[in-house]
């Protein structure tokens, strides 16, 4: 079986495929603190939970955007697992060409994200990962990942405002019934929400003018669920993105 890992400045999702079968997934907070026996004994006991022991994962792959916790990962991989992790983002990404100006700054989950948008999706596509940052990527119809934006995540954007504004409280992150809120927590949501939704909106309406084609839109991250709805019907949710992304680059890498 195959682990794989994409861990982010906020969160961490792992998930066990069986061949091309993703067989359970989890969404972890990151610890930049954490040892590498804490990630170990965290994975074994929820693999445990799954009736699954660690000898049964054979394989794992990484996409880590945080590189202190690179070496700890390595470690934790060996002595757990007793397996040698494949970072993701040292080896060519198979279905796409990546033609950014320097190619080792794209990020392993967004090489990742690319590569299961085209070999899912097809071209040209537009992928928006709902992260601590929110990332916009295009890739056009010969395949060729050409760029993206990147942009503070919401959650970002609200802590922000809490922070900054002394008088202004933390709120929930959700979809008000209407953009003109009546008390300070409605307008707050709604300026959070509405004023999210179309910064992504223009985004991905630049973007496809850009690209001089009807590209697909497929959404993933923590609060792509929160949008998705609201960015139309032929908007794609796939919240296994980046973890199949993963899986394909690993088998492209043993072919």
């Known amino acids: 079986m195959l682990l794989v890992t994409d861990v ?6 792992v998930g066990i495929f069986e061949g091309k079968r993703l067989l359970t997934d989890w969404r972890l907070a990151t610890d930049r603190y954490r040892t590498a026996d804490e990630w170990g004994q965290l994975l074994c006991n929820l693999l445990r939970l799954q009736k699954l022991e660690p000898v049964a994962i054979s394989a794992i792959a990484v996409a880590c955007v945080v590189p202190p916790l690179e070496s700890v990962l390595e470690r934790m991989c060996r002595r757990y697992f007793d397996v040698e992790p494949l970072f993701i983002g040292r080896q060519p990404a198979p279905g796409i060409k990546i033609v ?55 959650g970002i954007s609200s802590t922000a405002l809490f922070e900054k504004a002394a008088k202004l409280p933390r709120v929930d992150l959700v979809k008000p019934e209407k953009v003109i809120g009546t008390n300070t927590v409605g307008s707050m949501q709604a300026g959070l929400y509405y004023g999210y939704l179309e910064l992504v909106r223009g985004i991905v309406e630049r973007m496809r003018g850009e690209l001089g084609a009807e590209a697909r839109v497929i959404v993933t991250g923590g609060y792509a669920r929160v949008f998705a709805e609201d960015l139309g019907d032929e908007v794609i949710l796939d919240h296994s993105l980046t973890l199949e992304g993963l899986r394909l680059i690993y088998e492209a890498e043993q072919a």
Request: net charge negative.
């Open 100 to 154: 950014y100006d320097t190619p080792a700054d794209v990020g392993a989950d967004r090489i990742a994200n690319a590569v299961a948008a085209v070999a899912s999706y097809g071209t040209p596509c537009v992928i928006i990962d709902f992260g601590t940052a929110t990332t916009f990527d295009a890739v056009d119809e010969r395949s060729q990942y050409v760029g993206g934006a990147i942009c503070p995540g919401i």
């Open 8 to 13: 982010g400045n906020t969160n961490t999702a």
